[in-house]
């Protein structure tokens, strides 16, 4: 079935840097964007920046231009969000999205990762 | 950047009833890409509504999505107890940032 899987939780230290994965199965690969989403502790949903798979154009949110870096590797299928100089509110869940399409319509997010915890302690 | 509004912060019902969710839009959203997820406790967010107003496939028809331009609202015919969750708009498709409101909680009465 169409998933994303995503990588495990991660521990890090203020000033360093974590790459969360995704690994996309079940669709073709490059005819979806993928989005990335993370949600701090009992906060809402903030967009960070999506890629086209097909290309590796990406396109961040402001607030993560020069720390955020969003990559694709089509020999495995797999996402790669990697956020440098981490803070401690940098601390949330962060979600892989895909951009969803019905008969050439843009749907939004129609299917989403686990999500990966990111504690900055 | 498009803002969004959601209102109420809060919603309290008891199953059975209708739930009327809020999503203002600072500017007109076009081609109504505006979409509706609903996230429970420990899950990821869920896919409703998009483009306003048709339901991502599986979803009940009894959430519906009405609106244009700059106002949207979600609706539950009769909240079931599943439904109890916390709700979230975003517009998407056109001008990133796809921004998300800032969600509505709704809770058991």
């Given at each position: 079935q169409v998933q994303l899987v995503q990588s495990g939780a991660e521990v890090k230290k203020p000033g360093a840097s974590v790459k969360v994965?995704?690994?996309?199965?079940?669709y073709t690969f490059s005819n979806y964007y993928i989005h990335w989403v993370r949600q701090a502790p009992g906060q809402g949903l903030e967009w960070m920046g999506m890629?086209?798979?097909?290309?590796?154009?990406?396109?961040?949110?402001?607030?993560?231009?020069?720390?955020?870096?969003?990559?694709?590797?089509?020999?495995?299928?797999?996402?790669?969000?990697?956020?440098?100089?981490?803070?401690?509110?940098?601390?949330?869940?962060?979600?892989c999205a895909r951009e969803g399409t019905i008969f050439g319509v843009l749907m939004g997010n129609d299917i989403w990762g686990q999500g990966t915890t990111v504690t900055v302690s | 950047e498009i803002v969004l509004t959601q209102s109420?912060?809060?919603?309290?019902?008891?199953p059975g009833e209708r739930?009327?969710?809020?999503c203002r839009?600072?500017?007109s959203i076009s081609n109504t890409y505006l979409a509706w997820y609903q996230q429970r406790p420990g899950q990821p967010p869920r896919l409703l509504i998009y483009g306003a107003s048709s339901w991502a496939p599986g979803i009940p028809d009894r959430f519906s999505g009405s609106g244009s331009g700059t106002d949207f609202t979600l609706t539950i015919s009769r909240v079931e107890p599943e439904d109890?969750?916390?709700?979230?708009?975003?517009?998407?498709?056109?001008?990133?940032?796809?921004?998300?409101?800032?969600?509505?909680?709704?809770?058991?009465?």
């Open positions: 994965s995704c690994r996309a199965s079940g890629i086209n798979p097909s290309g590796g154009h990406t396109n961040y949110a402001q607030k993560f231009e020069g720390r955020v870096t969003m990559t694709r590797d089509t020999s495995t299928s797999t996402l790669h969000m990697e956020m440098t100089s981490l803070r401690h509110e940098d601390t949330a869940i962060y979600y | 109420p912060g809060t919603l309290s019902l008891s739930a009327t969710l809020s839009a600072s500017q109890f969750a916390v709700y979230f708009c975003q517009q998407y498709g056109s001008s990133p940032p796809y921004t998300f409101g800032q969600g509505t909680k709704l809770e058991i009465k």
